[in-house]
């Protein structure tokens, strides 16, 4: 394509789905939100670790695609399902060429490759079925959701950890205002595997028990696992927008965040620029708020910083875990989810809240009408992201 | 809305190749089996992967052609496969004792573990990201910086740096290991540029490659007829893509040379 003049566009979120710790739908997702529910257990795989497992079996792929048939793909299959009419509607009106894909995700298949390590230890071969092309690497999940979908646009995945769900969104923006896409399947999707479990582990700062984001009790995060996929499109009507996003690096330390919080409030104000918002305007952050100590406190410093005392900060971590590269879907589902029913959700295990912490975190679920929400997402490496979602109203 | 993305550093790296021009000139060093990867500490650098030490050095050279501060330039770093050989430790690891893992390498297996200890080193708190889509890992890579410099205007350096997968993993898949980047800029008065990049386009037919046996398997070396003719001050449509079938070329005019 020849670069084309074009304009900034509206973009519009046409349909979202979720699967997750709080259910396989959007519709168990929101019903376990509103009830409070707390997807986060001891997981016997992990050695009782406690994480946020998706709380049903996944099906398998469909038998074309059965030698890519790896946990991420499956989480990845049931988030698309109940979309399957706005991709092909997306399709017919722009042209499956015109259609980009771009998903965050920071494990691909690596679940499926562990086990397959381990039994080649034990036995000296690799299991019949694995294919190292097929099971592993990022492309594998890039060509099922093409086959699932048919998109034939650009496809890619963004892997800069937990950031990276977030940063899909944003390059899915750039691609349509930019003008190489019209619209674009946009999300996340991670599996729990051991590498990430033990590899916390081995930070230590995986927490014994459901995790209490913002909270003065707070001892550190679980891992969860999902999926999250938007259809996203130049122009059109759907539950909401994104108006805006925001990037930049800490330039720090690799598994720090700066203290001072200063990478996070540049992509704050990066997502409230480019969305034309102004920090009164916002009237509830999704916060990216791990359990951890030292990121809760940075990102509380950096919120303070910028936004009035009044605005609401919502933690939904302690109902999902931290699903890693997907985490930035996920919690945009949950934002749509509050945007599009009025009604802010509370953020569980945060009470009582730690006094150092100065944010207006929501203890109690309030019916209260959210047009501008942002959602921030941090990463390994000083990786920042944050989008502004806003009501179609 | 910026509509002319010029090119103003080119730069390749592989084992017995220390830069573009002793890999234009054929003349390999055995001895090379690593970059000097000198915009990382030598603390970080002793316990970077190899496929880090690449897109140091190959995002150093790039942006060296034009003196530009790489702690100035937004950082795209993009991996079909990734830190595969960390990742290959990690999984040694689980399999011995208890089974538990090193933080150091667990932190440096992420796929944006260059892109992390890059904007560390050179304290570059611009935008950064790291990408991967197997032979088509270039490509997006590209389209990447094109939508950001259109957007945002400024420069931007893309790096695509593979190795090949681990034993066992490795039965059908091993190629030698390799990294290239170019440093794009949208500013039309930059000086010292090669051309410029006209369209990115779906074909039916993309002209073919030829590509050394070492590095037919390696997402990355579609780059190499790119900077090859970028080097040589040529125009033409190249392929961005090592998959099959229709895919997307890039056209690119070595003419239209801001000086």
């Known amino acids: 394509m020849t670069l084309p003049t074009t304009s900034r566009p509206e973009l519009t979120i046409v349909d979202y789905s979720t699967c997750n710790a709080l259910g396989m739908s959007n519709a168990e997702v929101i019903r376990s939100l509103r009830q409070g529910v707390c997807g986060l257990r001891p997981h016997p795989n992990f050695e009782g670790a406690v994480c946020g497992a998706v709380p049903e079996p996944l099906p398998p792929l469909i038998f074309q695609l059965s030698e890519f048939d790896t946990r991420v793909n499956r989480l990845a299959a049931v988030a698309l399902e109940p979309m399957r009419s706005s991709i092909q509607k997306a399709i017919r009106r722009w042209g499956a060429d015109r259609v980009a894909l771009v998903v965050g995700s920071s494990t691909a298949g690596i679940g499926t490759t562990e086990e397959a390590y381990t039994a080649f230890k034990q036995t000296g071969s690799l299991p019949s079925g694995y294919r190292f092309e097929h099971k592993h690497s990022y492309s594998n999940l890039v060509y099922v959701m093409r086959q699932l979908s048919g998109i034939r646009g650009p496809g890619y995945v963004v892997s800069t950890a937990c950031s990276a769900a977030a940063k899909a969104f944003c390059s899915a923006g750039r691609l349509v205002s930019a003008g190489f896409a019209d619209a674009v399947l946009v999300g996340g999707v991670d599996a729990l595997c051991q590498i990430t479990v033990r590899g916390f582990r081995s930070l230590h700062i995986l927490s014994d028990r459901p995790c209490r984001p913002f909270g003065k009790e707070r001892n550190g995060l679980n891992i969860g696992e999902g999926a999250a996929m938007f259809v996203l499109e130049r122009e059109g009507e759907g539950p909401a927008r994104l108006l805006g996003w925001g990037e930049s690096s800490d330039a720090y330390r690799f598994s720090t965040p700066a203290p001072d919080g200063s990478g996070i409030i540049s992509a704050m104000q990066g997502a409230l620029r480019r969305s034309g918002l102004v920090p009164e305007d916002i009237d509830h952050i999704n916060a990216h708020a791990t359990g951890t100590r030292i990121n809760d406190a940075a990102e509380g410093r950096a919120i303070a910083e910028i936004f009035p005392p009044s605005v609401r900060v919502v933690a939904t971590k302690g109902y999902t875990g931290h699903a890693l590269g997907a985490a930035g879907a996920i919690e945009a589902a949950l934002s749509i989810m509050a945007i599009e029913h009025g009604w802010v959700p509370v953020s569980l295990g945060a009470e009582p809240l730690d006094p150092e912490v100065p944010l207006q975190v929501t203890l109690r679920s309030e019916p209260v009408p959210s047009r501008f929400v942002l959602s921030n997402s941090f990463a390994f490496g000083g990786s920042n992201a944050c989008i502004a979602l806003g009501s179609t109203v | ?259």
Request: aromatic share 6%; charged share 20%.
């Open chain 2, 1 to 259: 809305m910026n509509e002319v993305i010029s090119v103003r550093g080119i730069a390749v790296w592989a084992p017995g190749y220390n830069d573009l021009r002793s890999w234009l000139c054929g003349s390999r060093d055995e001895a090379i089996e690593a970059p000097s990867s000198r915009l990382l500490s030598v603390r970080a650098r002793g316990r970077a992967s190899l496929l880090t030490r690449m897109f140091a050095e190959v995002i150093q050279q790039a942006l060296g052609e034009s003196g530009t501060d790489p702690g100035a330039v937004p950082l795209i770093c993009a991996s079909a496969f990734g830190e595969i050989q960390i990742t290959g430790q990690l999984l040694e690891m689980m399999n011995r004792g208890s089974g538990a893992l090193s933080p150091a390498r667990f932190q440096n297996s992420v796929h944006n573990a260059a892109v992390g200890q890059l904007s560390i080193a050179t304290g570059n708190r611009l935008y950064s990201t790291a990408l991967s889509a197997g032979d088509d890992t270039l490509l997006v890579a590209l389209l990447e910086a094109l939508a950001w410099l259109r957007i945002e205007g400024g420069e931007t350096v893309v790096a695509v740096a593979d190795e090949s997968p681990i034993p066992p993993f490795n039965s059908r898949l091993c190629f030698t290991p390799l990294a290239c980047a170019l440093h794009l800029t949208a500013d039309p008065s930059a000086s010292n540029t090669y051309g410029r990049l006209v369209a990115v386009r779906m074909t039916e037919n993309p002209p073919g490659v030829d590509l050394a046996p070492e590095m037919r398997d390696n997402p990355c070396a579609i780059g190499l007829p790119l900077l090859e003719t970028i080097a040589k001050r040529k125009s033409a449509i190249l392929p961005l893509s090592l998959a099959k079938g229709p895919g997307w070329c890039l056209e690119y005019d070595a003419n239209e040379v801001c000086t």
